[in-house]
């Protein structure tokens, strides 16, 4: 057992554990924090994408120990972020979603590259999310949602009339 | 004999363009609340909860001669080591074969069948206690292949053998039909063991509630069937059930059946606690069902003048160690297998095997895509040998609008397949070359025609109950056992309402997917609900409208002409009267519900399986074929769908979309071999799945135009696009490449072969 301090959605958190137990297993059996999904458990489909630090990373694949003074936001902490909204909104109107299963993990990977400065084109951003799989859309509206949020073209408007 | 040439004069298309359909489309009712990660069942997590695990069988097929959990019950934190023995009800479950063990007690027949669970207060106490206990075996012979599964010395998977479920439907002169043709096609066509792959694996809890009820949270697609059955195993009265399985995180017919919910009751039941088991995706892998492989081999022929005399069919389906849906997706293969197409003679035989590879059972497309695939293989290669466009060669030999159906039942009259290829015909994918090279890379279009059936067969559960009714705050809700997988049925269903109780759309709820709440549905598959709920609104609206006017009258004098509106009861005029939280108060005490009781509606042939009511849809696949790895990458699909009017367009655009890729999925990369009962992958990384990249442009166009008349109104759309993308898919490599595709998926190494081969 260790005991690994890092920050989780703003605050200071203690948890003793195995060194090798997965970011995914804390957040859901011992935060309760569910939006992160055990899709896979290998990293191959992005249902568990949170951020640490910042960046995109499938929290399947984090063990405790790597998390020491790290900082990470799980997506119930973006979900009712300002930041987050031009790409839940996106999501919402252009129909990025049909189960929700895959949702919370798209939106974290999505709204980091949303968030890049400066901001990747669209396809440069449909490779980035390539990670996360989902198997109801067909990704139709998923891209529909990169053309809404990277498209320069199409972006402006939407971001004027984004809810927060 | 010899068919006309079934041109009818069709009607101006109402056509609603893939730009229209974006036009019309809305956000989802539920979107808000997935954007803000509402649990779903596998997400009901509870620090009270005991954690269950299951031991699976480490073998395709042997004997059990001994349990032994002594071991396991004396380590710390197990609650329980449950086998068959401790099963105080009916051991096993199944549709129209109650044939699979909830538990095994004399032999297993598949990788990961049931053989004892444990319940422990940890995770890691339940799996110590499941590796704890031990089982003797005595290996059996490995039935891993169906043709063999049927041989007089095959090891029978089953007490009563290994067939399974055997038809045979035939009618016209087959000698007289195949002597008037010019131009025969014979050939074996094999399609994959696809995986659903929906990403929330099964997964939930059984609590115990205030009432002694068991509540049982896992995604499902039939609360109310799942229920009795759960109570049957249990032996308790349904009443102390209570099963919620909504929102489900993706299904695809995977959740229809019951998996591990009758092991997660047993254990609450047992051990007096909530008990959650989820499974990993290898476990869900190993024990969810996958889509029948099938074995077809097909003998179809035309005359001089490109019009089909006839077909012959044989089907051979492995349907793995248990029934499930099989019987069901075997007569679904045989009644698609025909087409809408017009012949002289018929000859069809279906078998379904058991084996020892998994359990294969209903999936999205059910029995039909596979024969589909072949079907329209045949179409294509006749319409080369006899020199006919291909488009044309369909039009040629489409059956008439109000032909029989395919088993020569009667069915709904119906041009839906003429107006697809009609939309189609004039499409720019198709009037551009159909095959061109460019260095590296080969281009091909493919078509693919299919109409498919909405509903369960003759004998089906077809009937539905439904409930309208006024709740407290005012809401008009609809209460349904049906489940929301992602389908929008939210959505489509409070269109519905708002269009027949001539409301807004706030002013509805919709209740779903909860044994305590909601009646008894029938299951959400078939691509029934939206024509079950049409019909219910259509024909019971009226008289709900006039009940909620009644019911204001007991209290309120209202004008004579009052009738429901958006916000609530408005006079003649239009003038607000009584608004629906109002109304609701004042009756508290007798709130009106209507219950609808929808009777089945089914073809009046005396025809098992045979089905009623048929929708359409045609596609353009446009593939490009790398020469030098092999790979196919869809570049763009076309889909054309006549099936009625459109309820929810965003809910037709993500069905069309969704579907088609997971077609695209079946006809390039996705296959679950099973060597020796052991499937090649249990897990994402060797099982692949279209991602972001493989998607292609998808155009959806709909026609609404139905029959005048038509008593049936919109067809379903949750699985025609699968239908109808693998063919249109396989049509359009073999275009590009000059190789006759006959297995699926087709693979870079099959392309590069043929590629050496020509070269």
């Not at chain 2, 047992?270 to 995706?281: E, F, P, Q, S, Y």
């Not at chain 2, 005359?303 to 160690?321: K, M, P, Q, S, V």
């Not at chain 2, 069309?656 to 999925?665: D, H, P």
Request: with cysteine.
């Amino acid at each position: 057992m260790i005991t690994v301090q890092f920050e989780l959605n703003g605050k200071a958190v203690s948890v003793d554990c195995p060194p090798e137990r997965r970011l995914l297993e804390l957040l859901r059996e011992t935060f309760h924090l569910t939006a992160a999904k055990p899709g896979c458990g290998i990293g191959r489909c992005g249902a568990c994408m949170v951020w640490i630090d910042e960046q995109p990373v499938n929290a399947c694949l984090v063990m405790a120990w790597q998390l020491e003074g790290r900082r990470v936001r799980s997506y119930e902490n973006l979900a009712t972020s300002t930041e987050s909204a031009p790409v839940r909104d996106a999501l919402a109107r252009c129909g990025g979603l049909q189960c929700g299963y895959c949702t919370p993990g798209l939106a974290m990977t999505l709204t980091h590259l949303h968030r890049l400065e400066p901001r990747p084109k669209r396809d440069e951003a449909a490779l980035l999310l390539a990670g996360n799989l989902c198997r109801c859309t067909g990704y139709g509206g998923i891209r529909r949602t990169l053309a809404q949020l990277f498209d320069p073209a199409i972006q402006a408007p939407l971001d004027e009339s984004t809810p927060t | 004999m010899n068919t006309p040439d079934h041109t009818p004069d069709l009607t101006p298309h109402r056509l609603i363009d893939h730009a229209g359909l974006l036009a019309l489309a809305r956000p989802r009712p539920d979107a808000a609340a997935k954007l803000a990660a509402t649990p779903f069942p596998s997400d009901h997590l509870s620090d009270q909860a005991l954690h269950g695990a299951i031991l699976g069988s480490p073998h395709p097929h042997a004997r059990i001669l001994a349990i032994d959990t002594r071991a396991a019950r004396a380590l710390p934190g197990v609650h329980a080591v449950l086998t068959a023995a401790d099963i105080p009800g009916t051991p096993c479950y199944g549709l129209r074969h109650v044939d699979r063990p909830v538990l095994c007690a004399d032999k297993v027949r598949c990788i990961g069948d049931p053989v004892a669970v444990v319940a422990a207060d940890t995770a890691e106490q339940a799996h110590a206690a499941v590796t704890a206990i031990r089982v003797d075996y005595a290996l059996l012979a490995v039935v891993d292949d169906p043709l063999h599964a049927l041989e007089a010395q095959a090891e029978a998977v089953h007490a009563g053998g290994n067939l399974l479920h055997h038809l045979h439907h035939a009618h016209g002169d087959l000698g007289a039909a195949v002597a008037a043709c010019e131009h025969v096609v014979e050939d074996e066509y094999h399609s994959p063991r696809q995986m659903h792959a929906y990403l929330e694996t099964e997964g939930g809890i059984v609590e115990h509630d205030d009432d002694g009820r068991l509540v049982v949270r896992f995604g499902c697609q039939n609360p109310e069937r799942d229920r009795q059955v759960i109570a049957g195993i249990l032996n308790l009265p349904p009443d102390r059930l209570r099963v919620i399985g909504t929102p489900v995180g993706g299904s695809y017919g995977g959740k229809d059946e019951l998996t591990i919910q009758p092991l997660a009751a047993l254990l609450a039941l047992k051990t007096g606690r909530a008990v959650r088991l989820h499974l990993n995706r290898g476990e869900s892998t190993d024990l969810g069902v996958k889509r029948h492989p099938m074995r077809m081999r097909l003998r179809s022929g035309c005359d001089a003048d490109g019009r089909l005399r006839f077909i012959e069919a044989d089907i051979l389906a492995d349907t793995g160690a248990y029934a499930t849906h099989g019987p069901e997706v075997l007569d679904a293969a045989i009644e698609h297998v025909v087409g809408p197409y017009a012949y002289d003679a018929v000859s069809l035989r279906g078998r379904l095997a058991y084996t020892n590879n998994g359990i294969a059972g209903a999936f999205r497309g059910f029995g039909a895509v596979q024969t589909q695939f072949a079907l329209e293989r045949q179409i294509d290669r006749l319409a080369a040998l006899a020199g006919f466009d291909p488009l044309c060669f369909r039009q040629r030999n489409l059956a008439a609008p109000d032909a029989p159906g395919p088993l020569g039942q009667h069915v709904l009259p119906f041009d839906g397949p003429h107006r697809a290829l009609d939309v189609l015909c004039t499409h720019a994918l198709w009037t551009a070359p159909h095959r061109h090279a460019d260095g590296r890379y080969l281009y091909g279009t493919g078509l693919a025609l299919v109409h498919r059936s909405d509903g369960f067969g003759k004998g089906g559960p077809n009937a539905a109950r439904l409930v309208l009714a006024l709740a407290a705050d005012g809401k008009l809700e609809l209460r349904a056992g049906f489940t929301e997988m992602g389908q929008n049925l939210i959505g489509a269903a409070t269109r519905m309402m708002a269009d027949h109780l001539h409301c807004a759309e706030d002013d509805v709820r919709i209740v779903l997917g909860d044994s305590a709440l909601t009646p008894d549905s029938g299951p959400t598959a078939a691509s029934r609900t939206t024509s079950i709920i049409h019909r219910a609104l259509r024909d019971h609206g009226p008289r709900w409208r006039a009940a909620l006017v009644d019911a204001a009258r007991v209290d309120v004098e209202l004008p004579s002409a009052a009738r429901t509106a958006a916000g609530g009861l408005v006079s003649e005029a239009g003038h607000p009267v009584l608004d629906y939280p109002s109304l609701a108060r004042q009756c508290a005490t007798t709130r009106p519900t209507l219950v609808i009781d929808l009777p089945a509606e089914e073809t009046p042939s005396d025809i098992p399986a045979a089905h009623l009511v048929f929708g359409a849809s045609a596609a353009l696949a446009q593939v490009r074929v790398d020469s030098w790895s092999g790979q196919v990458k869809v570049e763009r699909l076309v889909l054309a769908n006549a099936l009625g009017p459109v309820i929810s367009a965003e809910g037709l655009l993500g069905q069309m979309e969704g579907g088609a890729v997971m077609g695209q999925g079946m006809a390039t990369i996705e296959d679950l071999p099973s060597p020796g009962g052991r499937y090649a992958a249990r897990n994402l990384d060797g099982y692949f799945i279209p991602t972001l990249a493989d998607a292609p442009e998808i155009e959806v166009l709909a026609i609404e135009n139905l029959m005048a008349d038509d008593p049936a109104g919109p067809r379903g759309a949750g699985e025609i696009s699968v239908n109808v993308a693998v063919p249109a898919v396989a049509n359009a490599i073999a275009h590009a490449t000059g190789l006759t595709v006959t297995r699926l998926p087709v693979t870079p190494d099959t392309v590069l072969d043929h590629l050496e081969r020509q070269a």
